[in-house]
């Protein structure tokens, strides 16, 4: 007898990627910690996920440029032991800019598969601000990554129209961060029941996460804790983030908060975890953001959001439904909002809900890798078939 069983070809195993950003995991603010999550997500063993650091800690510019190169060293390394290996350069404006024109042109002339990943406030704006040299070399850059990742509309509008990036290489890709409740016999915090507002009682936490300065909304956020419609409200708050922290703490005392307000600098992952977990409301009066992790923190945990119409935020949110939105550098709105929410426990309570329901429904960092792993093997795989075209190119 003939055994007319075929075997199924193998499937095609999950592609290695190396991700390349300033400060690496440990000092790369809000892109490194979605990377540290994004590692910590896949099964041990199952993904071949590397992280490059391209420029050290914010502080250390001497060793900037030498980070830079051994960052390209593993790069040219890479083409040589592992060819298949998908290069992921996430980008925002600035300095950040100036490395991925170095690495992009080595992904390039090297012919290794590289994605662009843009994290950015405004990069429309501070494209435009460049030289015109400087924005032939930003478009090359974009148009020569096998794929664009962006993380809202405007930014997939920024790519298209000024740096004119097929429509089809990119893909929209809200942020995300991990269940703090996922693997725990009880939920950390619950706002089933809201306690009823006591003056006497324990303060509402009011939480801030991100670089201290004005593009956070920090100074209106201090006056706005000051204002006469929070002083006789039961509260306090922590502003969690590095910058100018002397400055703001000097601003605070001088506002008369210091009894109220804590400023403890850069928290890490675990540090703001608890936090958040002892809080109530989660505020960020931003300026500009692409998709704040702040805000994605702050819906996960269970805290009443407050926040900006910035960035893909109204593409993920709902005002008077999952979080609550004040115009920007608006220091009564912001004081309204913030008085509201803690002088009424039950809207504070409602708010909470829905919004870690949308978490779950929508913003969990499990769905995310998942489109992320497919991303990461469609680009693969498209390279492996545009191999003979790339030989005869070069």
């Known amino acids: 007898m003939h055994n007319n069983t075929h075997k199924l070809p193998d499937p095609m195993p999950e592609p290695s990627v190396r991700h ?10 809000g892109i490194g910690r979605l990377i540290g999550y994004i590692l910590a997500s896949h099964p041990q063993n ?4 590397r992280v490059t650091d391209t420029r050290g800690p914010r502080w250390d510019k001497l060793r900037s440029p030498f980070i830079l190169w051994g960052a390209m060293a593993l790069m040219i390394k890479d083409r040589l ?39 950015d406030f405004d990069y429309a704006a501070d494209f435009l601000r460049r030289p015109i040299w400087q924005r032939r070399a930003i478009r090359a850059l974009f148009r020569g990554a096998d794929r664009v990742i962006v993380l809202g509309e405007r930014d997939r509008a920024t790519a298209t129209e000024l740096l ?17 409740q996922q ?20 303060p509402c936490k009011i939480v801030f996460l991100g670089q201290l300065g004005p593009r956070k909304g920090v100074p209106e956020l201090l006056s706005a804790l000051a204002h006469p419609n929070m002083q006789s409200l039961n509260w306090s708050a922590v502003l969690a983030g590095d910058g100018p922290v002397d400055e703001y703490h000097a601003e605070a005392e001088r506002l008369g ?33 692409g998709m704040a992790m702040a805000v994605l923190e702050g819906l996960a945990h269970g805290l009443a959001v407050v926040t900006t119409r910035v960035g893909a935020h109204e593409e993920i949110l709902r005002d008077w439904e999952t979080c609550l939105f004040v115009p920007v ?17 039950e809207m504070r309570a409602k708010l909470a809900q829905a919004g870690r329901a949308h978490y779950l429904n929508a913003l969990s960092i499990d769905a995310y890798v998942g489109k992320l792993d497919a991303l990461h093997r469609s680009v693969s795989q498209g390279a492996l078939q545009r191999v003979p075209t790339q030989r005869g190119a070069a």
């Not at 600035?94 to 390039?108: D, F, M, P, W, Y």
């Not at 306690?195 to 324990?202: I, N, R, S």
């Open 183 to 202: 693997g725990r016999d009880a939920p950390a915090k619950t706002q089933a029941t809201a306690p009823q507002a006591d003056p006497q009682g324990t």
């Open 81 to 119: 032991v592992a060819p298949g290996r998908v290069h992921h350069l996430h980008i925002a404006g600035r300095g950040s800019t100036a490395r991925k024109l170095v690495l992009g042109a080595c992904a390039r002339t090297l012919g290794c598969t590289h994605v662009l990943h843009l994290h």
């Open 46 to 49: 199952s993904h071949d996920h």
């Open 257 to 289: 908060l210091l009894d109220r307000v804590s400023l403890p600098g850069w928290l890490g992952s675990a540090e703001t975890r608890a936090l958040c977990e002892r809080s109530d409301i989660l505020v960020l009066p931003s300026h500009g953001e």
């Open 20 to 29: 390349y950003v300033a400060g690496g995991t440990e000092h790369g603010g």
């Open 164 to 180: 004119g990036v097929p429509p089809r290489s990119i893909g929209v890709l809200h942020n995300a961060v991990p269940d703090p």
């Open 329 to 345: 550098g608006d220091v009564e709105a912001l004081a309204n909002a913030l008085g509201n929410l803690v002088a009424h426990p």
